[in-house]
């Protein structure tokens, strides 16, 4: 069964803690990106990539970073938490040539 | 930037009646899909539309996409209790191959 995976399902740190959401899909896929879901809102795109070592900035990515070094692994990087990032955050891939989006399982992050 | 706009925000409806959820894009889009979210789950991809008035069926649920390519809407029939979840439309412009979805419409279902 083909899947997106998201490291942590929970976490919850504190304000200026640095913070990693991992996703690894196994569909050999080109496209990773990452959302973020909060009430009301829908789902804002933060970064995405189109290939390894490559990024694009989405429409909120102020506060984070990314890193794809291997075309499977796109991870998500919070310098420095702030409460305002307490969020649920999801990784999806496309293959290439598509959008069609498979969503991993999510990372509900709290910020204290 | 590209804007999408979704209503209702919230739909409780008693079991077996018709829901309806819409969505508007403030430029025109290249093609709209529709995603499902079941409670404490993930969105889940139910279909892509592409063509100016395209009409899609699964089963009770029924997808337009709109003449003019900017508006969209899912129809459901007979809602069952199965269908409780959040409902996202989300499209693209051009060749782009990011999303923009919409807030979402959360559905209630009442046996």
């Known amino acids: 069964d083909v899947k997106v995976t998201q490291s942590s399902r929970y976490l919850v740190k504190r304000t200026g803690e640095k913070v990693f959401l991992e996703c690894v899909q196994d569909m050999d896929h080109e496209n990773m990106f990452w959302y973020r879901q909060d009430p009301g809102l829908g789902l804002r795109l933060i970064y995405f990539s189109y290939d390894v070592k490559m990024k694009e900035k989405g429409d909120i990515p102020e506060g984070y970073s990314v890193s794809r070094e291997k075309k499977e692994r796109f991870s998500l990087i919070l310098e420095s938490a702030s409460t305002n990032q307490t969020s649920m955050y999801l990784c999806a891939s496309s293959r290439k040539g598509a959008n069609v989006l498979t969503f991993g399982a999510g990372s509900r992050l709290t910020v204290l | 930037g590209q804007q999408v706009m979704q209503i209702p925000q919230y739909q409780h409806v008693q079991e077996g009646e018709d829901f309806t959820t819409y969505c508007n894009s403030s430029?025109?889009?290249?093609?709209i899909q529709w995603y499902k979210q079941r409670p404490g789950g993930h969105p889940v991809f139910l279909i892509q539309l592409v063509k100016s008035g395209e009409v899609k069926k699964q089963k009770r649920l029924t997808f337009q996409f709109g003449e003019a390519k900017k508006n969209s809407s899912l129809h459901i029939t007979a809602t069952q209790t199965t269908d409780v979840g959040t409902y996202f439309c989300a499209g693209s412009r051009g060749s782009a191959r990011q999303l923009t979805f919409g807030s979402g419409t959360q559905l209630t279902v009442l046996p």
């Open positions: 430029t025109t889009l290249s093609n």
